[in-house]
């Protein structure tokens, strides 16, 4: 007599604990497992807990071992995504390890290295006067226009990568965003303009323009946050910024985009 075993699964596995037995009528019957013989098929049947019997003219094999295998690999799809959400969650808790705890805007480089980005000094510009405000924390305000700006024109840290990845660890519960710098007015003495403000008389509340980047955001510990561009960035001038709406007590880490 020979036995062809079929449908074997094993007692832990979870998505494939019962198989259908399909019949040439239509019909199936769950089973856990199933043997071919030489003229029936020997099932084991979920719904009455005990073996069972019908002859081989009657089971649609086929079908059953399509089924069968579909499971199988419906079953090994979901082990191979759960082993690799498993190592990219395990890669990611490396990474935040990495960044150092002092707050600021970490650029990831090759091998999770984190390199700090230096903190832009700015400065208040007003258009009046041009005036020029030394920069503290919270910067002078005075009514009417006004640009926030950072001297020279050009940032100091250079990077070629297309959508650079950052980590940000706030300092205070404020928001934050990648802004494109415009150029300043001054050719003689070049600087790069991170927001134009509109001050309003007496409350002193700053309507801030700025030119923001879309990007990706992922908040990975408290205060604590992945972010990258959601596209290409262009050759530029970019800056991190976190900042108050309204307030004027905008921080930001700038950085330079050059292409070969």
Do not use: C
Not at 163 to 172: A, M
Request: charged residues 30%; glycine residues 6%.
């Amino acid at each position: 007599m020979r036995w062809l075993l079929a449908g074997l699964f094993l007692a832990g596995s979870v998505s494939a604990a019962n198989v259908k037995l399909f019949l040439t009528d239509g019909t199936w019957h769950w089973v856990r497992e199933y043997q071919v013989l030489a003229d029936r098929v020997r099932y084991y049947s979920v719904e009455r807990s005990d073996w069972e019997e019908i002859p081989l003219s009657l089971a649609d094999l086929g079908r059953t071992q399509s089924a069968v295998a579909s499971g199988r690999r419906a079953e090994a799809a979901a082990q191979k995504a759960e082993a690799e959400e498993a190592q990219a969650e395990r890669e990611m808790r490396r990474e935040i390890r990495a960044v150092p705890t002092a707050p600021g805007v970490y650029h990831r480089q090759e091998g999770a290295v984190m390199k700090p980005l230096e903190q832009a000094e700015l400065k208040v510009v007003n258009d009046k006067r041009r005036s020029i405000l030394k920069a503290i924390t919270p910067v002078p305000i005075l009514s009417g226009k006004s640009t926030l700006e950072i001297d020279g024109g050009g940032s100091r840290s250079t990077l070629a990568e297309e959508r650079p990845e950052f980590y940000i660890r706030l300092s205070n519960v404020e928001r934050f965003a990648l802004v494109r710098l415009w150029p300043g007015a001054n050719k003689k003495l070049p600087s790069r303009i991170v927001e134009k403000w509109d001050i309003v008389p007496v409350v002193k509340e700053v309507v801030a323009e700025r030119q923001e980047v879309e990007v990706f955001r992922k908040q990975v510990g408290d205060d604590l946050y992945k972010v990258w561009p959601m596209e290409t960035l262009p050759a530029g001038e970019y800056a991190w910024i976190q900042f108050s709406e309204g307030k004027g007590n905008t921080q930001a880490w700038d950085f330079a985009i050059v292409r070969p």
